[in-house]
């Protein structure tokens, strides 16, 4: 008697993040706590060594889809950024998340963990900004740089394709939040989950993320939206949002070509501003737009939902063997 042949189901949500807990260590460095995501690569063969840098509202969660694609092309490390994904923040130790303490933080992490070996960087949005910023401050790293990539990232406040009063309202608000009160009134009310299922999903910026979504996924969504909003220490939220609504990233050359993803349609950012700003920084440009309509992948995106952000001639470039340094 012949067998129905089951269509195997998705993995949900809750089934990919249990099965992330095999690539999470722990992470202390500074005296602060977080954790690192560390996947093998793919291929035993691969040399390469990829670190990834998450954006802003982000955490290994939420780019675990993201570094499962990328580990096609090489071992993937991403650590915690202070302040973001549950790990402590820089207040707690006396000091303010500004993009040059993070960049000198993720210098910390690249000398105690890859020590003389060559690494690709991807740096996402927010990422990119403080990687660059750290080869601005460590130019001796440059040259321990393979590749470096920018996953929808910028570097200068005129990127921003929002509005002049917008931008000025957005800059007062996280500005105003950034203080330590405000941001635990702020934390206590506004983030509560019933807020946030409530509210969120009224504004402009869930409007665009929901574009396409069926009921389930936009369920999903909200889920995790709810989740990142209470991991993510509010006043590192709000301080480094002030930040790059202020900030020029163009005052120091890195002597390192930038391959640079945009997405077709970005809510955030004006292509033409950021690459401008982008040829002032980096010795070449390299640009590849693939067809998404949103900023960055949706918050609980799989590996191949993620994988729309890797273009092909992008993976080319990926796929070509790095070489690597000799240990000291």
């Given amino acids: 008697m012949a067998t129905k042949t089951q269509t195997p189901q998705p993995e949900s949500i809750n089934d990919v993040l249990d099965r992330m807990q095999a690539f999470i260590k722990p992470l202390n460095l500074n005296g602060l706590h977080g954790r690192v995501l560390r996947i093998p690569a793919a291929s035993k063969t691969t040399r390469r060594e990829i670190l990834m840098v998450y954006g802003h509202h ?33 207040y707690g130790i006396g000091m303010k998340p500004t993009i040059d303490d993070l960049a ?34 460590y130019p001796a790293l440059q040259k321990r740089v393979e590749l470096i990539v920018s996953l929808v990232g910028f570097s200068h406040k005129d990127d921003f394709s929002f509005s002049r009063p917008r931008q000025a309202l957005y800059t007062s608000l996280t500005y105003i939040v950034s203080h330590k009160l405000i941001a635990r009134v702020f934390y206590h009310t506004a983030l509560q989950p019933w807020v946030i299922r409530t509210a969120y999903a009224r504004t402009h910026n869930a409007k ?121």
Wanted: hydrophobic share 40%.
């Fill in 104 to 137: 000198d933080y993720l210098a910390t992490f690249v000398k105690l963990r890859y020590r003389t070996k060559k690494i690709t960087i991807i740096g996402m949005s927010l990422g990119l900004v403080v990687a660059t910023r750290m080869l601005q401050r």
């Fill in 58 to 90: 982000s955490s290994l969660e939420r780019m675990f889809g993201v570094a499962e694609a990328f580990a096609d092309y090489g071992n993937v490390t991403m650590p915690d950024m202070p302040g973001f994904g549950g790990m402590d923040s820089f």
């Fill in 208 to 328: 665009h993320k929901f574009t396409g979504m069926d009921e389930t996924e936009k369920r999903q969504m909200l889920d995790f939206e709810v989740r990142l909003w209470r991991e993510n220490d509010a006043q590192t939220h709000a301080y480094t949002n002030y930040q790059l609504f202020k900030f020029d990233n163009t005052k120091s050359q890195i002597d390192l070509p930038l391959h640079h993803v945009t997405a077709e349609v970005d809510q955030y950012f004006d292509k033409h501003a950021v690459e401008q700003h982008f040829r002032i920084i980096f010795s070449d440009y390299i640009e590849y737009v693939v067809d998404a309509k949103v900023h960055a992948p949706s918050v609980v995106a799989n590996k191949s939902e993620a994988e729309m952000y890797i273009p092909d001639t992008l993976k080319k470039t990926l796929k070509k063997r790095p070489r690597q340094s000799r240990k000291a």
